[in-house]
């Protein structure tokens, strides 16, 4: 599956973005989908997760009560919604998917910068 990943953006810190990922090619309905993101000078780390059929969610502890994660398969489209941002929030996002029974994220977007000024 082929992912491009948009909506970031400069925001002030409190304020929100949504991120989307929208899919194209194969059966995106059968696929998991993960938002990661890689801070400046550092490694890319977990963000958010969402099941195939949306029914489970996970988060970081970092942004957990913060951001949201949702998908609306009619669309092909996975969200993160990102409230309460901190200027640590600040990296490169990523979405990523992987097959329902797949141990890893094999198929990646390009990735969309959100920067949080303090």
């Known amino acids: 599956v082929q992912l491009q990943a948009c909506g970031g953006g400069l925001v002030q810190a409190g304020g929100s973005l949504r991120l989307s990922c929208t899919a194209s090619g194969r059966s995106f309905g059968t696929y998991d989908v993960g938002w990661f993101r890689q801070l400046p000078g550092k490694g890319r780390e977990f963000v958010a997760r969402?099941?195939?059929?949306?029914?489970?969610?996970d988060y970081a502890d970092s942004v957990k009560g913060r951001f949201a994660i949702s998908r609306d398969n009619a669309k092909l489209t996975v969200y993160l919604q990102m409230n309460s941002l901190k200027p640590e929030d600040t990296a490169i996002y990523y979405c990523?998917?992987?097959?329902?029974?797949?141990?890893?994220?094999?198929?990646w977007g390009q990735g969309t910068l959100v920067t949080v000024s303090s």
């Open positions: 969402i099941s195939w059929s949306g029914a489970t969610t």
């Open positions: 990523a998917a992987k097959t329902r029974y797949g141990l890893n994220y094999g198929d």
